[in-house]
């Protein structure tokens, strides 16, 4: 399976400010990438979704002003969220899936809090 | 709207028991993907099955797909802390979107 790591693993952020997550397919080559939050014992709830090249796509109830994605390259994607607010605090999980396949691989998630 | 229903939703059992958790659709899957997500990490790909009535074993895990490719269930023989997490499963829908099941979330008992 592919290796995916995302930075920071942690952060913290005060309120109204922008913090960035970089999500990195290290072996893949990832024609989509995915963004999910998870809040606490809860399951994945899919943000958005990119292809290399292409504006991402946001599920619905998503901001997507809020919440920006690019997808400049086949290795890299991220995930900026602007102007956070506390309940912008979550688990935020990237994962990543080459063209023709049903399995998509995870990163380790990174966990935001917006004080 | 595909939805994937999975049950039960928690399962606390004593170390050295077997268990059973179950995926379950009202349309065929494509195929199915099982995951396991520790507490703090993403979630870990355990098996994709694609063929009705296909079975898969990983160690003491046994995946099932059910012969109409609409259920599928994992089975942990004697289970062990280590499996403790939350057991997901995923389908791609038809708009090529891959959708989780709200999952088990499973705490073994040492």
């Known amino acids: 399976g592919a290796v995916v790591s995302q930075h920071p693993s942690w952060v913290i952020c005060k309120s109204g400010t922008s913090v960035k997550i970089e999500c990195r397919s290290l072996?893949?080559?990832?024609?989509?990438m995915f963004w999910y939050r998870q809040f606490p014992k809860q399951s994945l709830m899919l943000m958005a979704t990119s292809n290399e090249g292409s504006k991402a796509t946001y599920e619905q109830g998503v901001e997507k002003d809020k919440f920006l994605i690019n997808h400049a390259s086949l290795t890299l994607s991220t995930l900026t969220v602007t102007s956070a607010h506390p309940e912008d605090s979550s688990f935020y999980i990237c994962?990543?899936?080459?063209?023709?396949?049903?399995?998509?691989?995870f990163g380790p998630g990174t966990r935001l809090t917006v004080t | 709207t595909q939805l994937l229903e999975q049950s039960p939703q928690f399962l606390s059992i004593q170390e050295g028991e077997n268990l059973t958790v179950y995926c379950n659709s009202s349309?065929?899957?494509?195929?199915l993907q099982w995951y396991r997500q520790e507490p703090g990490e993403g979630p870990v790909l355990l098996v994709t099955v694609v063929t009705g009535g296909e079975v898969k074993k990983l160690k003491r895990l046994t995946f099932q797909f059910g012969d109409a490719r609409k259920d599928s269930s994992l089975h942990i023989t004697a289970a062990q802390p280590g499996d403790t997490g939350l057991y997901l499963c995923?389908?791609?829908?038809?708009?090529?979107?891959?959708?989780f099941g709200k999952g088990t979330r499973l705490h073994i008992l040492p």
């Open positions: 072996d893949f080559q990832a024609t989509t």
């Open positions: 995923s389908n791609m829908n038809r708009d090529d979107k891959i959708i």
């Open positions: 994962s990543v899936r080459g063209r023709g396949y049903y399995e998509q691989y």
């Open positions: 349309s065929v899957f494509s195929s």
